[in-house]
Nanobody, 124 residues
């Protein structure tokens, strides 16, 4: 059974930073692309970033480019999202997803499989 456990969310003021982490179990982590998604109240879930199995392909949605950095540690089955210069519009529940389609232009989940998420709230 595949499990994703996200952590690291919280409440910060605009301009602050948070580092999200996701530990994955139940699959061969090192062969799958990983992604981060977010969902704000009343909005659809959107893909924020992804990283291929070896880190060779990385994607960011335009609104976070230059502020967010995705990374992975295949030895620890962990994918992280460093978020700097946070803005109120970054407020959302953030989810990681294992086994995503990750290209330089987009990220899309292969399965409807999600962890519990971690809440990020940015105040102005």
């Amino acid at each position: 059974q595949v499990q994703m456990v996200e952590s690291g969310g919280g409440s910060v003021q605009a301009g602050g930073s948070l580092r999200l982490s996701c530990i994955v179990s139940g699959l061969n982590f090192g062969v799958y692309a990983m992604g981060w998604f977010r969902q704000a109240p009343g909005k659809e879930r959107e893909g924020v970033s992804c990283i291929s199995w070896n880190g060779a392909v990385i994607y960011y949605i335009d609104s976070v480019k230059g502020r967010f950095t995705i990374s992975r540690d295949n030895a620890k089955n962990t994918v992280s999202l460093q978020m700097n210069s946070l803005k109120p519009e970054d407020t959302a529940m953030y989810y990681c997803a294992a086994d995503v389609v990750c290209t330089p232009g987009m990220v899309m989940p292969v399965r409807d499989r999600w962890g519990q998420g971690t809440q990020v709230t940015v105040s102005s």
